[in-house]
C-alpha cells in the first residue's frame, strides 16, 4: 500500500505542477462564462459599419415600410436598376418588382461585397411582413388587425413535479431548459474527462514503457501495484480539477452572481427557493427563475458535484484502467490508435445515449444507459438534473464501483504481459490469452 | 555459505520454454557472472529473482528463507534497458526510486547526497533527466540502485554506455561494495569484464545451465594440456627431446630476439615434470607455461556445444 502511495504522489505532483495544468484549471471556468457570454458579446461588437442599401422598389408598396435599423438604411432610389448598381460607395442594391405581392420571388439583391445571413433575413422577414399586411389588406375585412393581435398567443408553461415534493414543501416549479443545460453541460464534462484523463493515462504508460522506466520500476513494485498507483494519480488530478471547479462555480453563484442582479430579482429568487413563492406568481421569465434560482442554490450546486464526482472518479477507474492496459502492449501512440477504439466507442456510444435522455428522462433506454457501467456515467450525469430517484443512482454507482474491480483485474493481467512486450503490436486475440494466462 | 540458490526453476511462456531446470548457488560476498548468448534466459532468470515474474516450478532461496516480497528490499537491481523520467529533475526522482526501496525521505536524501559527492555529480541535483547525456544518466541510475544498501546487487550489462573512465569508475565502486559485504550478480557479455572482476559464473544457453563454477576452475578445466614453450638451441633437438610426451602444434621465432616459440599439447599420461625435464636437457629454456583458455573462447566453445 504504501508504494502505491509514493506511486500515486509522483504522478499527482508531476502533473499537478505542470504549467498546463495550472492555466486549464483557472481559465476553464473563466472560459466556459466566456462562450456563454459569447453571444451576447458578438452582438455587442458585430454591429459596426452601416450599411446603405438602394432600393428600388417598382411595386411601390414595400419601400416605404422598409425600417432601417443599427446596421443597414434603407435608401429609396429613384434612377434605373443599372446607375444604381454602378455605384461602388453603397454595399447594394435591392430590387423589388412590380407584382411583388402576388409573386414574392420578384426579388433581387445586388451587393458589391459579400452578403451575411443575418443581413439577408433581415430583408426577407421584412419584406414578407409588408407582403403579408398587403395580402391581408385585401380582404377588406374591418378591424382585422385587431384581430390578428387578439389571435396570437405567447404560452408559457411551469411544470410541476408531484413525486418532488416529498419533503413537505409546496411544489416546485422546474424548468426542463434548465435541467436540459445542466444535463449537458454535467455529460459533455464527463465525456472530456473520460476521453483527455483516459489518454493521459494511456500516453504516460506508453512513455514509461518506451524509455524504460518500467524495467526499472518493477524491480520495486509489482506491476499491478505500479498500474493502479499511476490511474489513481491521475485520478486524484481530475478530483482536484473538479473540486477546484466546484469551489469557483459554488462561490461564484454564492456571492458574485447575487450582487451583480437587481435586489428585486433576488429577492424573488430567493422566496422561490424558500418555497413562498411559486415560480409561477413570480413576475419573471420561469427559465430564467430557475436557472438562477439553480445557480445560486450552493447546497443543490454542491450534491450536484458530489454526484459528478462519484461518477467521474468511478467512470475514470473504469475506463481508465483499460487505457492503462492497451498503453502497455504497445511501443507507440500511432500503434495505440486501433487498439483504444473498442475503448473510445463506449464513450462515444454513451455520449449519443445522453443526448437521446434529453428528450425522454425516464424511458427504459435512459433508465439502462444509466446503469451499465460502459454508459452509466455519462448518462446518468445528464440525467441527474432532471431529478431522478436517488435509488436509482445508487444502484448505478454500486453496478459501476463493482465493474471498477472487475476491470482493473482485467487490466492487470494485461499490463503484466503488455510491458515486457517490445516490437509488434499484439492482435486482439493476443490480449485474450494474456488476460487467461 | 550461498545468499542466493536457485533450485531447479522452470519457466514457460505460451510458445517456449524461457527456463528449464536451473538451479545455481551464489556464495555470500562473491561477483558472480551470469553469462549466456542473446535469448538464452538471463533476463528471465533475474526477473525471477526480482520476483518480477514467478516461476512455474522450483524455488529461490534468499538468505537461508523461500524468497517472499519483503526481500525486494535487500535488492537493488539495475536492468540493460534502464532508463529514468525525461521531465524530472535528478535528486527528486532519486529519491523516488529510494523511497520505493523502502527508505524515507530524510535518509534517502542523506545518502544520495553522501553519494552525488562521491561521483562528483553535485550539480546535477536540480537539473532535468532530459538534459543529461547517456553516461550521466547512467551514473545517477547506478546511484539508485545501490543506495538502500542492498545484499544482493543485480547488474545487467552496468558498463553498456560509459566511456573507458567513468566503466572504470564504475567498476572500482561495485567492487568496494563487494568489500563492504554486498553479493553481486553481474549478466554480460563482455568476457574480458568477467576475467577481471568475476569469482564465480554459470554459463546458461538455450534455457539451461550448461556450466557453472569459480572463474579459476571453470578455465583449467577447459585447458586442454597446451603448453607454451620459449628456448634457444637448435629445434630440431628440442622436437626430438619432447616427442615422445608430447606433440608439437605449432612454432616459430620470437620477433626481434634470439629465442624460439612452441606450442605443444602434452599427451594425457605424460606429467608436465617429465615434459620440462627433458626439454631443459636439450635446450635453453626461458619459459615453460600453460595456455589457459580465455572466457571468450570457453563461452563460444560452451555454446557450440563443443565441450
Known amino acids: ?437 | 555459505m550461498e545468499l542466493l540458490k536457485i533450485e531447479n526453476i522452470t519457466k514457460r511462456y505460451s510458445a517456449h520454454t524461457a527456463l528449464d531446470d536451473v538451479s545455481l548457488s551464489i556464495p555470500r560476498g562473491s561477483i558472480y557472472g551470469l553469462l549466456g548468448p542473446n535469448g538464452a534466459g538471463k533476463t528471465t532468470l533475474i526477473r525471477v529473482i526480482n520476483r518480477i515474474t514467478l516461476p512455474d516450478a522450483g524455488r529461490v532461496i534468499f538468505d537461508g528463507k523461500e524468497i517472499s516480497d519483503q526481500d525486494i528490499y535487500h535488492i537493488g537491481y539495475l536492468p540493460e534497458e534502464r532508463g529514468l523520467y525525461k521531465k524530472m529533475k535528478v535528486g527528486e526522482q532519486a529519491i523516488f526510486f529510494a523511497r520505493l526501496k523502502g527508505l524515507s525521505r530524510r535518509e534517502a536524501i542523506i545518502r544520495l547526497k553522501q553519494w552525488f559527492v562521491r561521483l562528483g555529480i553535485e550539480s546535477w541535483w536540480d537539473r532535468k533527466v532530459e538534459d543529461l547525456s547517456k553516461g550521466m544518466a547512467q551514473k545517477v541510475q547506478f546511484i539508485t540502485t545501490v543506495l538502500h544498501e542492498p545484499k544482493l546487487l543485480i547488474f545487467d550489462e552496468p558498463f553498456s554506455g560509459f566511456d573507458p573512465i567513468n566503466a572504470n569508475l564504475l567498476k572500482q565502486e561495485i567492487l568496494r561494495l563487494r568489500d563492504k559485504g554486498a553479493t553481486v550478480i553481474f549478466s554480460t557479455h563482455n568476457m574480458s569484464s568477467v576475467e577481471e572482476i568475476c569469482d564465480h559464473i554459470t554459463l546458461i544457453n538455450k534455457s539451461r545451465n550448461i556450466l557453472s563454477g569459480s572463474v579459476d576452475e571453470v578455465r583449467h578445466r577447459f585447458g586442454e594440456n597446451v603448453f607454451e614453450v620459449t628456448f634457444r638451441g637448435e629445434p630440431a633437438t628440442f622436437e626430438q627431446a619432447v616427442s615422445p610426451m608430447a606433440e608439437i602444434i605449432e612454432a616459430g621465432e620470437v620477433a626481434d630476439t634470439p629465442y624460439l616459440n612452441a606450442r605443444i599439447r602434452l599427451d594425457d599420461n605424460a606429467s608436465v615434470r617429465e615434459c620440462i625435464g627433458a626439454a631443459n636437457e636439450s635446450v635453453e629454456l626461458r619459459s615453460f607455461r600453460e595456455v589457459i583458455p580465455s572466457m571468450n573462447d570457453i563461452f563460444i566453445r560452451a555454446v557450440e556445444g563443443k565441450l
Not at chain 1, 42 to 67: C, R, Y
Request: charged fraction near 15%.
Open chain 1, 1 to 437: 500500500m504504501n508504494k502505491i502511495k509514493i506511486i500515486i504522489a509522483r504522478e499527482f505532483n508531476e502533473r499537478v505542477r505542470k504549467k498546463s495544468f495550472i492555466i486549464t484549471t483557472i481559465l476553464m471556468p473563466l472560459l466556459m462564462l466566456g462562450l456563454m457570454a459569447a453571444p451576447t458579446l458578438m452582438m455587442l461588437f458585430a454591429t459596426g459599419e452601416q450599411k446603405t442599401l438602394l432600393v428600388i422598389d417598382e411595386s411601390g408598396v414595400v419601400a416605404p415600410q422598409l425600417e432601417s435599423g443599427d446596421d443597414i438604411v434603407f435608401s429609396p432610389y429613384s434612377g434605373s436598376l443599372d446607375e444604381a448598381r454602378a455605384q461602388a460607395d453603397v454595399f447594394g442594391v435591392l430590387w423589388v418588382g412590380r407584382d411583388v405581392v402576388a409573386t414574392p420571388s420578384q426579388v433581387r439583391l445586388y451587393t458589391n461585397s459579400s452578403s451575411s445571413m443575418t443581413l439577408e433575413e433581415t430583408i426577407i422577414s421584412q419584406i414578407e411582413d409588408v407582403i403579408e399586411a398587403e395580402r391581408l389588406k385585401m380582404y377588406n375585412i374591418d378591424g382585422l388587425k385587431d384581430i390578428m393581435n387578439n389571435l396570437q398567443a405567447s404560452v408559457s408553461m411551469t411544470t410541476y413535479r408531484n413525486d418532488l415534493s416529498a419533503d413537505g414543501g409546496d411544489e416546485e416549479a422546474t424548468s426542463s431548459m434548465v435541467a436540459y443545460l445542466l444535463g449537458l453541460v454535467m455529460g459533455m464534462m464527463l465525456y472530456m474527462f473520460l476521453i483527455i484523463y483516459g489518454s493521459m493515462v494511456m500516453t504516460s504508460v506508453i512513455e514509461e514503457k518506451g524509455s524504460r522506466v518500467l524495467d526499472v520500476l518493477v524491480s520495486s513494485v509489482s506491476p499491478f501495484q505500479l498500474m493502479m498507483g499511476k490511474i489513481l494519480g491521475v485520478a486524484s488530478v481530475a478530483v482536484t480539477q473538479i473540486a477546484i471547479w466546484g469551489v469557483l462555480v459554488c462561490g461564484l453563484g454564492s456571492t458574485l452572481l447575487p450582487a451583480l442582479m437587481p435586489d428585486d430579482v433576488m429577492q424573488t429568487v430567493e422566496a422561490v427557493q424558500a418555497g413562498q413563492m411559486t415560480a409561477l406568481e413570480a413576475d419573471m421569465d420561469v427559465d430564467m427563475l430557475s436557472a438562477l434560482s439553480v445557480a445560486t442554490d450552493v447546497s443543490g450546486l454542491v450534491t450536484m458535484f458530489v454526484w459528478l464526482l462519484l461518477f467521474l472518479v468511478g467512470g475514470f477507474l473504469f475506463y481508465s484502467a483499460m487505457f492503462a492496459a492497451v498503453g502497455s502492449s504497445v511501443d507507440s501512440i500511432q500503434d495505440a490508435n486501433q487498439l483504444q477504439t473498442p475503448i473510445t466507442m463506449p464513450i462515444i456510444l454513451a455520449l449519443i445515449v445522453a443526448m437521446a435522455v434529453f428528450n425522454d428522462p425516464n424511458s427504459s433506454l435512459a433508465f439502462w444507459g444509466s446503469v451499465i457501467p460502459f454508459t452509466s456515467p455519462i448518462v446518468m450525469m445528464a440525467r441527474i438534473p432532471f431529478g431522478i430517484p436517488t435509488w436509482q443512482i445508487g444502484v448505478a454507482l454500486v453496478v459501476l464501483y463493482a465493474s471498477v474491480v472487475g476491470m482493473a483485474w482485467v487490466a492487470g493481467k494485461i499490463y503484466r504481459v503488455g510491458i515486457f512486450m517490445h516490437g509488434k503490436k499484439p492482435s486482439y486475440k493476443e490480449l485474450w490469452q494474456w488476460i487467461r494466462q
